[in-house]
Nanobody, 114 residues
Framework: QVQFVESGGGLVQPGGSLRLSCAVS????????MGWYRQAPGRERELVAR???????NYTDSVKGRFTISRDKAKNTVLLQMNSLKPEDTAVYYC????????WGQGTQVTVSS
């Protein structure tokens, strides 16, 4: 059963913005912390933002002040608003429950390039 479906990626110029969406099954959305991860070519997957069921958020230092994670409770969707994008943000972005063994979705490609 597919648990996470990511969308919203694309090609954007440096300084641009994108909003990623992750559709999540209702059970997971209502009871678990959710995170956005990214994996760049040749690098390990890293957690860039997380949000609790109470909407408390944390970010990795490299995206603080530029990325915002949020939850759309009406749509069981976790969002990642990405502003002031940099070439080093280029990666495949995934959502999942942090520190779980749940299978990964297909991810969504974000490419920041002029």
């Amino acid at each position: 059963q597919v648990q996470f479906v990511e969308s919203g990626g694309g090609l954007v110029q440096p300084g641009g913005s994108l909003r990623l969406s992750c559709a999540v099954s209702r059970t997971i959305f209502n009871f678990y912390v959710m995170g956005w991860y990214r994996q760049a070519p040749g690098r390990e997957r890293e957690l860039v933002a997380r949000i609790t069921t109470g909407d408390n958020t944390n970010y990795t230092d490299s995206v603080k002040g530029r990325f915002t994670i949020s939850r759309d409770k009406a749509k069981n969707t976790v969002l990642l608003q990405m502003n002031s994008l940099k070439p080093e943000d280029t990666a495949v972005y995934y959502c999942n429950v942090p520190r779980s063994s749940r299978p990964w979705g297909q991810g969504t490609q974000v490419t920041v390039s002029s």
